[in-house]
């Protein structure tokens, strides 16, 4: 298993900025892919965003040209640029690492993102 540690969530007014970060308790360049993921009340946790242990990345069409997502390798961090942000964006965020061998499917405790009108 890999811990996952998330921060970096807050309230913010439509239109500003969040940068979430997310902690590996392993070398990030050993996963096979670690995504960001939402919940907002009511709903279904769906993808946000994630990226391969290659740099293939894959975005929600909801978030696509205003969220990206990074890896800083020194860091063993996974970032999430978030700009333009709207009410609708308004979740409880969480890291998720994947990887086939050793199999470990790990999700972080989540950090609260609220976007104000």
């Known amino acids: 298993q890999v811990r996952l540690v998330e921060s970096g969530g807050g309230l913010v007014q439509a239109g500003g900025s969040l940068r979430l970060s997310c902690l590996a308790s392993?070398?990030?360049?050993?996963?096979?892919?670690i995504g960001w993921y939402r919940q907002a009340p009511g709903k279904q946790r769906e993808l946000v965003a994630s990226?391969?242990?290659?740099?293939?990345?894959i975005y929600a069409d909801s978030v696509k040209g205003r969220f990206t997502i990074s890896k800083d390798y020194a860091k063993n961090m996974v970032y999430l640029q978030m700009n333009t942000l709207k009410p609708e964006d308004t979740a409880v965020y969480y890291c998720?690492?994947?990887?086939?061998?050793?199999?470990?499917?790990?999700w972080g405790q989540g950090t609260q993102v609220t976007v104000s009108s």
């Open positions: 392993v070398s990030i360049f050993s996963i096979n892919a």
């Open positions: 990226v391969t242990k290659g740099g293939s990345t």
């Open positions: 998720n690492a994947r990887n086939g061998l050793p199999k470990y499917d790990s």
